[in-house]
């Protein structure tokens, strides 16, 4: 009489099966990864040695009377009741486990302690994720530190290892165009013009008079204006 006790889980590979004599056979000689349970029965000579040694529940780990269960993991096994979760010892029973080095763990005691958690929130991050200053975030923690929009996918700049959309960082951060006034943030390869104290966006960098514009051309500035060449001739005539 046989049963196989780990559910399917997917990160760990374990498989779930029904099984019977045969099928606990080739597993055994494969070296599966399934833990199978069964049942001493009478006729049935078997070697028998609990892994817990002196820790056994039983109280003598080579002792497994008829009609006891036993539980068998690649080479090793366990009586049914010294299968346990190896942090809150609670016996794996017909729930799922994860195995780990020579440990084996419940799903929730395996989530607890190696499980990715999302920096912001501290929760176990399931699926997907973003990573940023090599730290974990859930998608919907991943936010704009000002304004608290999502920025998983989106364009987005730091400042303080803090991360900010670009709209929260050019109006709070960014230099201010002098024609214009609005940030000229640098983000997506924005260009732009910095002369002594002011700057300006590419596009607005132009003639006060003319409105040619002035990018790689020499210039004057006319007070707080800014000229070409040809207006500032035509100024002094």
Not at 32 to 40: G, K, N
Request: with cysteine; charged share 30%.
């Amino acid at each position: 009489m046989a049963d196989v006790l780990s559910d399917q889980l997917k990160r760990m590979n374990l498989q779930t099966k029904t099984v019977g004599e045969d099928r606990i056979r080739r597993a055994k000689e494969r070296n599966e990864d399934v833990a199978i349970l069964s049942m001493q029965i009478p006729g049935e000579k078997t070697r028998f040695k609990c892994c817990l040694g002196v820790a056994c529940l039983q109280g003598n780990p080579t002792s497994l009377p008829l009609g006891t269960k036993k539980m068998e993991y690649k080479t090793r096994q366990w009586h049914e009741k010294c299968f346990c979760c190896c942090v809150c010892k609670v016996p794996i029973g017909t729930q799922s486990f994860i195995p780990r080095e020579q440990e084996i763990y419940c799903a929730k005691c395996y989530e607890e302690k190696f499980a990715t958690r999302c920096i912001k929130c501290n929760k176990v991050i399931t699926s997907g994720g973003v990573t940023y200053k090599n730290e974990p975030w859930h998608r919907e923690c991943f936010t704009c530190t000002h304004c608290q929009r999502s920025l998983a996918g989106e364009r987005f700049t730091s400042r303080d290892d803090k991360p900010y959309c670009a709209e929260c960082f050019g109006e709070l951060f960014a230099k201010r165009c002098t024609a214009c006034s609005k940030p000229i943030t640098g983000i997506g390869g924005t260009k732009f013009i910095s002369f002594e104290d002011r700057h300006w966006h590419n596009d607005c960098f132009f003639c006060a008079s003319c409105r040619t514009s002035l990018v790689g051309r020499g210039f004057i500035t006319d007070q707080e204006d800014i000229i070409c060449p040809d207006c500032a001739k035509a100024k002094l005539m």
